[in-house]
């Protein structure tokens, strides 16, 4: 089992930054991808970025390439969410997730990932 915290979320006005951090505890020797999903009232859960456990490799959604920036710190079980230039339009609740699977690296799929955690709530005021 894996078990995953989100801190770091807020309230902030657009244009503002926040960072977002999600600590991973339990048997995460086997974590080969973490990722970061988010759900805004009434919509389904979007893709927002992942990283592969290395940090080599990144991906990220249309929406939030080039203002958000994903990284991971292996020595603190942690990945983080880089958030700037933020508007309106981010705000939803946002959930790290990890997967163990080493054949598909980063993926945009919710539904292939193993762990999730609880969110965290994110609300950008114009």
């Known amino acids: 089992q894996v078990q995953l915290v989100e801190s770091g979320g807020g309230l902030v006005q657009a244009g503002g930054s926040l960072r977002l951090s999600c600590a991973a505890s339990?048997?995460?020797?086997?974590?080969?991808?973490m990722g970061w999903f988010r759900q805004a009232p009434g919509k389904e859960r979007e893709f927002v970025a992942a990283?592969?456990?290395?940090?080599?490799?990144?991906g990220y959604a249309d929406s939030v390439k080039g203002r958000f920036t994903i990284s991971v710190d292996n020595a603190e079980n942690a990945v983080y969410l880089q958030m700037n230039s933020l508007k309106p339009e981010d705000t939803a609740v946002y959930y790290c997730?990890?997967?163990?699977?080493?054949?598909?690296?980063?993926?945009?799929?919710?539904?292939?990932?193993?762990?999730w955690g609880q969110g965290t709530q994110v609300t950008v005021s114009s």
């Open positions: 339990g048997r995460t020797f086997n974590i080969y991808a």
């Open positions: 990283i592969t456990r290395s940090g080599r490799t990144t």
């Open positions: 997730a990890v997967h163990r699977n080493l054949y598909i690296g980063w993926v945009r799929e919710a539904g292939l990932y193993d762990y």
